[in-house]
């Protein structure tokens, strides 16, 4: 028997959904809501993910129901998958549990025009270059160092500063960023010291864990017009970052973690779990973290355009071109751990929610307001990556998602095993050797055609590919559930880690 296995109720309630009812805890006030398949949901029952989604429901002012996408597995608080939406109006909180700790951690993607037979043969030497140029790895210093003065223009502007002040990167990047890379209202006095000293040296930084830059080929097109549009075409070269607000938003979810501990009591909140602790939106402690938040938020992408910015400085060295004319134009930078003050409808009626989405993709449709100009007829792109050894995917928003799901979809793969059962293993496979897991790994991709760098060998276990739910199967259910639709496959081909 699977220690720690969810044995509760899960009713499937249609092909891609299953239901956790209200009646399963006392204080639940909504539903919880499951997207998966059949074969997925066996492997969500496998940890305590689903508990969390009823825990969930029994926060103050959730709205319809406690959501979780396919790629959902166990988090602080939270699950990690999860979307929740509380009225403000209606004693809605908001918890810092519900982001996570790394505040904006998302994906950029960057398409070229570049081929994969051109780049092939250079692969090692340019994933080399981009893993000698890009700092990686715990408590590496970035390239671009900020003053106090400058960091408190990042937070407030992000990478509009980056884009404005210093000629770094065009306004096409702010277009197509995620609110063009900006919270308004953000608070960096909200900010600790701290947390703002652990930034000063961090920005440009990919930082470990999960957190990746990748060189991959469109290796298939689900939907030819769409992918015209977003600039993508079969074989073609694209970079996928994937990070976040490095160790000023960790430092800010810790700070408020701690400051909310003794405020359900205070607001007279009964909560099941510790973790999900919280305080009314509307409330003075609410403020200062949403201010807080939103500062890390737009730090997150700053971070992310100045690594975009690193690696189109590598593409012109080693290709010996502009990045302009090597097309290295940025497709769409969307958040997976975020929450955000949005106009959604429930029962019939608009109203403004705090949705967070913690790993969770923002999935807005065509005509959406807040979608860019250029993708208006099409939907906002949905960056979804999977694992080092299989692919990633960009889908396309759909109106089922403001339907069903506050606007949101899947955010990745999904974990399938721990961190610390991918360490065990990646050492059984060895024989018990653990000094040789990172050499097995690296032969291992190598064999599937991808090239990878890390500062450990450690950050490559965790993350080796059997770690990681299969990302079709991922992205199937939300397509088929009309979350969001499928545009193009991704094929990994060289990668650098942390």
């Not at 703002?196 to 097109?221: K, P, W």
């Not at 965790?462 to 199937?476: G, I, L, N, R």
């Amino acid at each position: 028997m699977i220690k720690n296995r969810f044995n509760g109720p899960l009713e499937q309630i249609s092909t891609h959904c299953w239901r956790i009812p209200r009646d399963y805890k006392p204080n639940m006030r909504v539903e919880g809501l499951i997207y998966a398949s059949e074969k997925l949901i066996e492997q969500i029952r496998n940890d305590q993910a689903p508990e969390q989604v009823a825990n969930v429901a029994c926060i103050p002012g959730i709205q319809k129901a406690s959501l979780a996408m396919p790629d959902i597995h166990w988090g602080y608080g939270f699950c990690i998958g999860g979307v929740c939406a509380t009225d403000p109006d209606k004693n809605g909180i908001i918890s810092p549990g519900g982001v996570g700790y790394d505040i904006n951690c998302g994906v950029r993607l960057i398409r070229s025009n570049l081929t994969y037979s051109e780049v092939q043969p250079q692969i090692r030497k340019l994933v080399s270059q981009l893993f000698r140029y890009i700092p990686t790895g715990i408590g590496r210093k970035g390239n671009y160092p900020l003053s106090d003065e400058t960091l408190i223009e990042v937070l407030l502007q992000g990478p509009r500063y980056f884009v404005n002040q210093m000629g770094l990167g065009c306004p096409h990047d702010i277009e197509f960023t995620e609110a063009e890379g900006r919270l308004k209202h953000a608070q960096p006095d909200k900010v600790s010291t701290r947390a703002r000293a652990r930034g000063t040296h961090q920005c440009g930084t990919l930082g470990s864990g999960n957190h990746f830059l990748e060189v991959q080929v469109v290796d298939h097109i689900e939907d030819a017009h769409a992918a015209s549009v977003l600039g993508l075409r079969e074989k073609q070269i694209c970079i996928l970052i994937h990070s976040g607000s490095r160790g000023l938003g960790h430092q800010v979810c810790t700070d408020y973690l701690d400051q909310f501990q003794g405020l359900p009591q205070k607001y007279g909140i009964q909560l099941p779990d510790r973790q999900l602790s919280c305080a009314p939106a509307l409330s003075p402690e609410g403020c200062d973290y949403i201010g807080a938040m939103r500062a890390a938020a737009n730090y997150a992408w700053a971070n992310r355009h100045l690594l975009m910015v690193q690696a189109r400085q590598v593409f012109e060295d080693l290709f010996r071109k502009s990045w302009e004319d090597l097309d290295l134009h940025l497709v769409y930078d969307v958040a997976h751990n975020i929450a955000k003050l949005e106009h959604h409808h429930v029962d019939g009626k608009g109203t403004s929610l705090w949705v967070h989405r913690k790993g969770a993709t923002r999935a807005f449709p065509a005509h959406h307001p807040e979608v860019p100009s250029a993708y208006q007829e099409i939907g906002q792109p949905v960056i979804i990556p999977g694992s080092m050894g299989t692919a990633s995917w960009l889908l396309v928003g759909q109106s089922g998602s403001m339907d069903h799901t506050f606007g949101s979809t899947c955010h990745g793969a999904g974990r399938q095993m721990s961190r610390s059962k991918a360490m065990r293993d990646a050492i059984s496979r060895t024989g018990g050797r653990k000094k040789q897991m990172g050499q097995l790994i690296s032969r291992e991709l190598e064999k599937q055609g991808v090239i990878a760098l890390a500062r450990s060998a450690k950050e490559l276990a965790e993350e080796h590919p059997h770690a990681y739910k299969d990302v079709d199967q991922v992205v199937d259910v939300v397509d088929q559930a009309g979350l969001s639709k499928k545009v193009a496959r991704l094929r990994p081909l060289g990668v650098i880690k942390g």
